[in-house]
Nanobody, 126 residues
Framework: QVQLVESGGAAVQAGGSLRLSCAAS????????MGWFRQAPGKEREFVAA???????????DSADFVKGRFTTSRDNAKNTVYLQMNSLKPEDTAVYFC????????????????WGQGTQVTVSS
């Protein structure tokens, strides 16, 4: 099994940037499709971005008002770490951000992923 630990969350002002990290242990991230989700208070966990098995294909939440063009996910197999670069942050990006792993082809739903980190808090003030 793979264990995941997120880091990099912080409190920032609107317009700022953060890079979240998801460090994996136990198995190589190259064996998994890796996803990022977020959950704001009182809301359901929502898909942000994912990078498919082997790192061959990356996709993002399909909404112009959401993260498209502002967030980028990448992976460093040598460091066994996945990243979420977040730019032009908005107050509505405030949430706990989770990384997740799936030994299959990834997906857009939380139920597609078997392994989860504990989350890291991102707070964006206006």
């Amino acid at each position: 099994q793979v264990q995941l630990v997120e880091s990099g969350g912080a409190a920032v002002q609107a317009g700022g940037s953060l890079r979240l990290s998801c460090a994996a242990s136990g198995r190589s991230v190259n064996r998994y499709s890796m996803g990022w989700f977020r959950q704001a208070p009182g809301k359901e966990r929502e898909f942000v971005a994912a990078n498919r098995f082997g790192g061959g294909y990356t996709y993002y939440a399909d909404s112009a008002d959401f993260v498209k063009g502002r967030f980028t996910t990448s992976r460093d197999n040598a460091k066994n770490t996945v990243y979420l670069q977040m730019n032009s942050l908005k107050p509505e990006d405030t949430a706990v951000y989770f990384c997740a792993a799936n030994s299959g082809g990834g997906g857009l739903k939380a139920s597609d992923y078997a392994y989860w980190g504990q989350g890291t808090q991102v707070t964006v003030s206006s």
